[in-house]
Each structure stands twice: as C-alpha cells, then as structure tokens.
C-alpha cells in the first residue's frame, strides 16, 4: 500500500522503553515478594457526559487504577547475545580497554538493557496492553498496579506494525475502564493522557484532540499501520503504553509517540485508536499474534492537483494504482484509477484513514467501501484474505 511520507518534524517514541534506556551493571536480582491480594473492583466510567462540568476529576479517578507501570529489562542471557551480536557486527569496537579494563583475558561484566514505560489493564484477569518498544528489548517484566502490589509478568505477543504489545500478570479481579469509540472521537473533543512520565506513577495531563488518522512515519516496520489520534495532552518518556481518556473516563487509545525535537514533549502527542487496539490486543491474546487481512492492492493518496491532473471530481481520497491478481479487492470488483472515498461508513480522506478500517479487519470479514469510478459513486464488499 502506498504511502506518502513526510517530514514535519523529527519524531521519537515516547519513551521507547521510558526513554531511559540505560545500562546497569548486572546484580543477583533478590526474589520478589508478592502480598496478599486484596479485593479488587471492576472501575466504570459513566455512560452520560457532563456537559455542566469539564473538569477531569471523574476520568482521573476511574483511569488511574487501570493504568500501570511497567519496568523492563534484559536477563544476563539477552544481554550476552546482544552483545555477541553486536561483536560479531563490529568486533574493533570492543577491543578496548572498556570491555577489558586494560587486561586482555578479564572481560568486563556485562550490563544489561533496563527501561520502564505504561500498560492499561486490558482484562480483569491480568491482560495488560501497553507499546511493543517498551518491551521489545528486553524479557524480564515488572508490572507495579495503581495500589502498589507489583507482579512478575510474561510477553504474551506483540504486532511491530501498530507498536503494540499483550503482557500478561498472575491477577484477578482487576480494575477496567469502559471502552469509547475512537471512531465518534471529535476534533476539540476534551481528552486526559494517563502513565509514568519519568517514572512519576499515575501522573495525568489533559488537552484536546488535534487531529485524527495522522500518519507519522515513525513505526519503522514493513506495511507499518499509522493512523494515530493526535492530541495537545503532554506525553513524556514514560507515558508510552499509558491511556489516553475522554471526559468521561472511557478508553479513546493508547499513547505511544510525541512530536518532538528534544525527546521531551513540545506540543503535540500521538495514540493509537482504540477500536483498532481492542481487535490487535484480542488476537494477541487468542493467538499470540493478530491475523491481519489484506485487500491486495496498491494506492496513491489524492490531492488536488492531482485530481485536476486526473479530472477527478473529488480532491480528498485514495487512487487504486494496481490490484493484486485473484487478491481480495479484485475479486470484489475494483479497477485501476478507481477512487476509494469511504470505508464503513467512515470518510477516506488519505492512507491512515483506511489503513484504520483495515488495521482492524481480519481475514475472512469484510469492508464495505463507496468508489468513485468516471464521476460514479459505487459500493463494493471487500471479503478480506
């Protein structure tokens, strides 16, 4: 699928793995004790806006025990085969004394990869969802809860091309936020960001949403799916992985990146949808990785000089370039120069926009999609493979 790509500004995750990654000697690490648990209950946001106040006292109070924090790190036997990998790539490079302490045959001990970042409880029986570059570094996994009790946790898979990751801690009873819509998600919509900035537990900063299906080019993945909820609340190292809220308290995404030139936040931040985070983290946790379906095709994203160029109605959409033979869309009927301008019922203005719809169809369902073919609208049901 094509993309445009472009460069606003340089862009970091924030806080691939907190955004402090460093590097500690390694230590016999001591057992962890793990409390009795006490009751937990399931947290609910309310099903009505408050339209009299918009104030974030309710959201914060139903969000912030269901964010967590997570702390990551290699294990000595990670780190002995990043390190031989990296020898093996560069082998001058550690010849010094830095690795030796100036004696040839004593190898200095080995350090080890540590970081920490944000998760939100996914399920009440101990699934967490939280940024595959929080964990992807590392094997050994410290998930600490709102109310302090802190859980060994094991990976149970991830998707690199929407940056998301499935944890899994031996807990029940777990508190749970209610899920929004990120597609009713309006621009100017009051939103509050939830995590650890710089391992400050359960800190919230609020804003509003920016802009919706922004395509970032910062997941650096093959077929790489962007289309992120941007807003103005300020996301830190460490924020990555925690929630992003409405006013009501109700799941809207997952923060995951900020534009930024410092590594520190400047204006604007970036989450995944949460309709698209819901079918990932399911397929995760089912089956250790998301099934995701394919049109077989290639686009070209519309604009308006191109639509003079082409004498093309319509100077918002998506340009089917090629199709795939026997793939999904040219089975349901596409053709070449076709203009995609919808898909479920959701404007296509350029690539994020469909790649959301896409993100979250699996093989075997399917997307209805309203083209633009010679000045004609025509619906088509895109059986995804």
């Given at each position: 699928m094509f993309k445009r790509l472009t460069t606003i500004f340089p862009f970091?995750?924030?806080?691939?793995?907190?955004?402090?990654?460093?590097?500690?000697?390694?230590?016999?690490?001591?057992?962890?004790?793990?409390?009795?648990?006490?009751?937990a209950q399931l947290v609910n946001a309310s099903s009505g806006r408050n339209a009299a106040s918009q104030d974030f006292v309710h959201a914060a109070s139903v969000s912030m025990p269901t964010v967590v924090h997570i702390k990551v790190s290699e294990s000595d036997e990670m780190a002995k085969k990043r390190i031989h990998q990296e020898q093996q790539r560069n082998p001058w490079g550690f010849m010094d004394e830095d690795f030796f302490f100036g004696f040839p045959q004593q190898r200095q001990r080995i350090q080890r990869l540590e970081g920490s970042g944000s998760g939100v409880i996914f399920s009440q029986d101990g699934y967490i969802v939280t940024n595959n570059?929080?964990?992807?570094?590392?094997?050994?996994?410290?998930?600490?809860?709102?109310?302090?009790r802190t859980f060994k946790a094991n990976l149970i898979g991830t998707d690199p091309k929407t940056d998301l990751a499935v944890l899994k801690i031996d807990a029940d009873r777990l508190p749970l936020l209610t899920f929004g819509d990120s597609d009713k998600a309006q621009i100017g919509e009051w939103v509050m960001a939830v995590g650890n900035p710089f391992d400050l537990t359960s800190t919230v900063t609020a804003g509003i949403i920016s802009a919706k299906g922004r395509d970032i080019d910062i997941i650096q993945t093959k077929d790489a799916m962007e289309a992120f909820i941007q807003t103005d609340a300020a996301v830190n190292p460490g924020n990555s992985g925690g929630a992003l809220v409405n006013i009501d308290g109700e799941l809207l995404g997952i923060n995951t990146a900020i534009a930024t030139k410092t590594g520190y936040f400047s204006g604007y931040s970036f989450a995944i949808p949460v309709n698209m985070v819901r079918r990932i983290a399911e397929d995760i946790i089912s089956f250790g990785y998301y099934q995701r379906g394919k049109m077989g095709l290639s686009l070209v994203e519309l604009d308006g000089d191109l639509a003079h160029e082409l004498e093309i109605p319509v100077s918002q959409g998506l340009i089917v370039k090629e199709l795939e033979e026997g793939g999904a869309a040219e089975m349901a009927g596409l053709k070449p120069f076709d203009v995609i301008v919808e898909a479920n019922g959701q404007p296509v203005r350029n690539a994020p926009d469909l790649m959301e719809q896409v993100g979250r169809t699996k093989p075997g369902e399917s997307i209805q999609m309203n083209v633009l073919r010679e000045g004609k609208y025509a619906r088509y049901t895109i059986r995804m493979r």
């Open positions: 970091i995750l924030a806080g691939a793995a907190g955004g402090l990654i460093t590097f500690g000697l390694v230590r016999a690490a001591g057992p962890v004790h793990l409390p009795a648990e006490p009751p570059h929080v964990v992807s570094f590392a094997d050994r996994f410290d998930v600490t809860l709102y109310d302090k």
